[in-house]
């Protein structure tokens, strides 16, 4: 079984940052894969970004890319997603999740574990 919290979220200003963490507890976090969703209020949860576990490779939806950043502290077990030039469509709850190692990084459905989110606001 694996815990994760996530933590960061508020509100920013368009064009501002923001920077999200997800601390992992339980099995070993190292062995795990990573990533991050979002849901805006009616819409689907969709994929953001993910990170693997061994070689670093990250992962982006298309709409984040050179904006957002995820990265990983296996000594901390937490993983982050640092969010740049934030704008209106970024609002939604955040989820960070563990992968289960196995289909495409995008699907929701090949995510074992999840945080309960945290969300993120921005303003005009």
């Known amino acids: 079984q694996v815990q994760l919290v996530e933590s960061g979220g508020g509100l920013v200003q368009a064009g501002g940052s923001l920077s999200l963490s997800c601390a992992a507890s339980?099995?070993?976090?190292?062995?795990?894969?990573m990533g991050w969703f979002r849901q805006a209020p009616g819409k689907e949860r969709e994929f953001v970004a993910g990170?693997?576990?061994?070689?670093?490779?990250?992962y982006y939806t298309d709409s984040v890319k050179g904006r957002f950043t995820i990265s990983r502290d296996s000594v901390k077990n937490t993983v982050y997603l640092q969010m740049n030039s934030m704008q209106l469509e970024d609002t939604a709850v955040y989820y960070c999740a563990v992968y289960s190692g196995s289909g495409s990084y995008y699907r929701r459905s090949n995510y074992l574990y999840w945080g309960p989110g945290t969300q993120v606001t921005v303003s005009s």
């Open positions: 990170i693997s576990s061994s070689d670093g490779m990250t």
């Open positions: 339980g099995r070993t976090f190292r062995t795990f894969a």
